[in-house]
């Protein structure tokens, strides 16, 4: 049981490039997440799922796109990388709406050049 | 403005003291809250949640927190804090209105521990 894995650890992007992060849990979770990680700022919310096949915008959207064509897999994308979207990404998962408990992936760290 | 505030950025205890990371939000209805911790380099790990129920409640690694409705906050501590607990302690809201399980984390709380 793996939880909650995600996928590259780290990658280093230039200025316009793209990539995609992958998300991948084993818990059979409903909701799942996407959250970007900044000094002093905590974790800020950038899109998340109530499901497969639905997505939706957190707090921070903006340059972010995302899919969850599969229950287990969320996938985030960056079209066009800019310098403001270093920071460390980290995937969650929840099952239960009743608890609420997220689990959390180990991120990914990437700077965009 | 709906927010969670943890005042204290930086926090250095000596091994063996008492610990106390304090935890304010500003939410009509009682929200759902939880404590993480996140060490150095990983990911973040679940110390304790409320729901309901009992306003003190108890966690992994010796720590406990309690709910104080009157004063909007959420404050965990622990007895006797050990080096391995240094780390950054994030808490956490759900609201109470919330449908869709988001979290609304504060700033963060950088703990250090002298030896």
């Not at chain 1, 000094?39 to 499901?51: D, F, N």
């Not at chain 1, 599969?70 to 998962?93: H, I, M, R, W």
């Not at chain 2, 809250?33 to 992994?60: E, R």
């Amino acid at each position: 049981n793996a939880g909650v894995t995600q996928t590259p650890k780290f990658r280093v992007l230039k200025t316009g490039q793209s990539m995609t992060l992958l998300c991948a849990q084993d818990m059979n979770h409903e909701y799942m997440y996407w959250y970007r990680q900044d000094p002093g700022m905590g974790l800020r919310l950038i899109h998340y799922s109530v499901g497969e096949g639905t997505t939706a915008k957190g707090e921070v959207p903006d340059g972010y796109n995302v899919s969850r064509l599969k229950k287990q897999n969320f996938l985030l994308g960056l079209e066009s990388a800019a310098p403001s979207q270093t920071s460390v990404y980290f995937c969650a998962s929840s099952g239960q709406r009743a608890s609420y408990e997220q689990y959390f992936g180990p991120g990914t760290r990437l700077t965009v050049t | 403005a709906q927010s969670v505030t943890q005042p204290d950025i930086h926090i250095t205890v000596s091994e063996g003291a008492s610990l106390e990371l304090r935890c304010n939000y500003s939410y009509g209805a009682t929200p759902y809250l939880f404590w993480y911790v996140q060490s150095p380099g990983q990911g973040l790990q679940l110390l304790l949640k409320y729901f309901s129920g009992d306003t003190l409640v108890q966690g992994i690694k010796g720590f406990e927190a309690e709910f104080k409705r009157s004063q909007s906050s959420f404050n965990l501590r622990k007895p006797s804090v050990h080096w391995s607990d240094a780390a950054e302690y994030f808490c956490a809201v759900v609201p109470g209105s919330s449908n869709t399980g988001k979290l609304i984390f504060g700033q963060g709380t950088t703990l250090q521990v002298k030896p």
